[in-house]
């Protein structure tokens, strides 16, 4: 009794260690984020959430409420900020990177392990990004992970309440993305098919599924008043992706996008050790599940990031143990190798997925490698274009006017950004803003964006060419290749009512 007395403050002191290691991996983490988000400007995909946080519903068309609402508390508090807006996207990865090394810890590892999984975890090329813009994808990775970190939580106390912890993080990732549901197939899969299936016949597991449900049911309510339209959205989509090629490469994606690439003998350690442990079998089905319908439904290679820091931290302490047998001298040349490549592949997945430079080699670098990134330029100038456009117009014009939108950024950035200038709400016709209508009384004069020549001269009379989308730094995106070129119509050439009723769109 005397020795476990003494031994115990010991104890404490470097539990209580460890977990101001982890802090300050997530502190380090938010901090790069902090210092580079306000650059470039907003994605596209963020005007969007944006624009869908100013018109709260208890859901959208192409996705469930929870990352408008976020962003509405966010505009709230920080108005149009980049870095305050992103902050919830940022402090989520740093979470993230937290419950890493925290489920190496549950699982039996000490410092080392933990320290390895919360690194490998936080410089995933998945969550490196995921820090950078507010998407739904964001809190759909910390969702996934902190269920994993409490399914561990129930395997290893063997306490059927933690099915309800379980339960209320699902109900919180089906308001959020709902592939969740893959992962809860997973879950579903690895109780039934290992020791684990006592926990089925438990009420706290059904209390945790109600809850799940419970927390879900508004935005189910809203689906079902929808005629399901977020499952016709994703038809769409996932043809759309398969059509494009952008379902391709789906396991090679696994190896270099989803973990860090120098993390990979950790992620695969970890699968085969779920595999090979009786108590945490489950969490191999948890990854096995999902990894095969996606594949088999041609799921894009991203979708599965989220289940990889829960084998990273299974690899981490299979790693240590392994370390922990080998002679000093091994060890330290093992480990030295290890963090030596491992900090070279993640500095190249920063300069390659962040805007680390406002200019310069590394901002032409990153821009010419990343898709996203060069989705971030222009909006602001395309919205000062448009508010010079509607300067020029006569008096009568500008007290008639509408702004028609091509697609959901050129929407977001006029709801948004537009404000600034005094313009008026936009009308679009993609995802949710469809359900938003058009104004009354109609407008007369319309300034067309997203559009051709010759699909504008086909929705609406008299067009002529007003002005150009594009960007002062020459960066070849979506708006300044597909849609260079800004209109001024007159009325449209069919009633609005006829329009909308045969232009309900997504993207």
């Known amino acids: 009794m005397s020795s476990t007395i003494a031994q115990e403050p010991s104890y404490v002191v470097h539990r209580r260690t460890d977990t101001a290691i982890l802090l300050g991996i997530a ?37 469930p409420p ?10 709230s508090i920080f108005g149009v900020s980049m870095v305050g807006l992103r902050l919830s ?13 925290l489920m190496a810890r549950e699982l039996g590892g000490s410092r080392l392990a933990q320290v390895i999984a919360a690194l490998a975890v936080a410089f995933s090329p998945v969550p490196v990004f995921e820090g950078h813009e507010f998407q739904y ?20 106390s063997e306490d059927p309440r933690w099915c309800l912890a379980i339960g209320a993080v699902i109900g919180l990732g089906l308001e959020t993305k709902y592939s969740i549901a893959f992962f809860v197939a997973g879950i579903v ?3 039934l098919f290992t020791p684990a299936r006592r ?3 438990s009420g706290w597991f059904w209390a945790g599924a109600a809850l799940a449900f419970l927390i879900f049911l508004p935005n189910f309510i809203w689906l079902a008043r929808h005629n399901w339209i977020s499952y016709t959205f994703l038809q769409h989509i996932h043809a759309r992706d398969v059509g494009e090629g952008r379902a391709n490469g789906f396991l090679k994606g696994q190896f270099i996008i989803c973990a860090n690439l120098a993390a990979t003998p950790l992620w695969l350690a970890g699968l085969f050790g779920y595999l090979l442990n009786r108590r945490y079998r489950t969490l191999a089905f948890m990854y096995l599940v999902p990894l095969v319908i996606l594949f088999i439904a041609k799921g894009r290679h991203y979708y599965m990031a989220p289940a990889y820091p829960m084998l990273l931290a299974m690899g981490a302490l299979l ?5 922990g047998c080998l002679p000093r001298w091994g060890r330290i040349t093992v480990e030295t190798f290890y963090f030596s490549v491992f900090a070279l592949i993640s500095a190249f997945v920063c300069a390659l997925l962040l805007p680390l430079a406002s200019s310069g080699p590394l901002k032409d670098y990153a821009l010419s490698h990343s898709y996203d990134l060069r989705e971030e330029i222009g909006w602001n100038q395309l919205v000062r274009t448009v508010a010079q456009i509607r300067d020029s117009l006569s008096p009568d014009q500008q007290a008639h006017l509408g702004i028609a939108t091509g697609n959901y950024g050129e929407y977001g950035a006029i709801d948004v950004l537009g404000r600034a200038y005094s313009l008026p709400e936009p009308i679009g016709t993609t995802n949710s803003e469809w359900y938003r209508g058009y104004p009354t009384p109609p407008p007369t004069t319309i300034i067309v964006l997203g559009n051709s020549r010759e699909r504008a001269d086909e929705l609406f009379t008299n067009c002529r060419l007003a002005g150009h989308n594009g960007n002062s730094e020459g ?6 290749v597909d849609h260079p070129d800004i209109f001024v119509c007159g009325p449209p050439r069919k009633p609005w009512p006829q329009i909308w009723k045969g232009h309900q769109d997504f993207g």
Do not use: C, M
């Not at 994605?43 to 959430?49: G, I, K, M, T, V």
């Not at 929870?66 to 505009?75: G, K, Q, S, W």
């Not at 996207?89 to 090394?101: E, N, R, S, T, Y």
């Not at 960066?475 to 300044?480: A, D, F, K, P």
């Open 27 to 63: 502190a380090a983490v938010a901090l790069i984020h902090l210092l580079t988000n306000n650059r470039y400007g907003f994605h596209r995909d963020e005007l969007q959430f944006l624009s869908d946080a100013r018109h709260l519903d208890w859901g959208f068309v192409a996705y």
């Open 66 to 75: 929870l990352t408008p609402f976020l962003e509405r508390i966010l505009l």
């Open 89 to 101: 996207a940022a402090l989520a990865q740093a979470v993230v990177a937290i419950l890493g090394g």
């Open 137 to 156: 994808t964001s809190f759909d990775l910390l969702w996934w992970v902190l269920a994993a970190y409490f399914v561990i939580r129930l395997l290893k």
């Open 189 to 191: 899969a690895g109780l």
């Open 199 to 201: 926990y089925l016949k």
């Open 319 to 323: 790693a240590e143990r392994w370390l």
């Open 475 to 480: 960066v070849r995106n979506e708006e300044s």
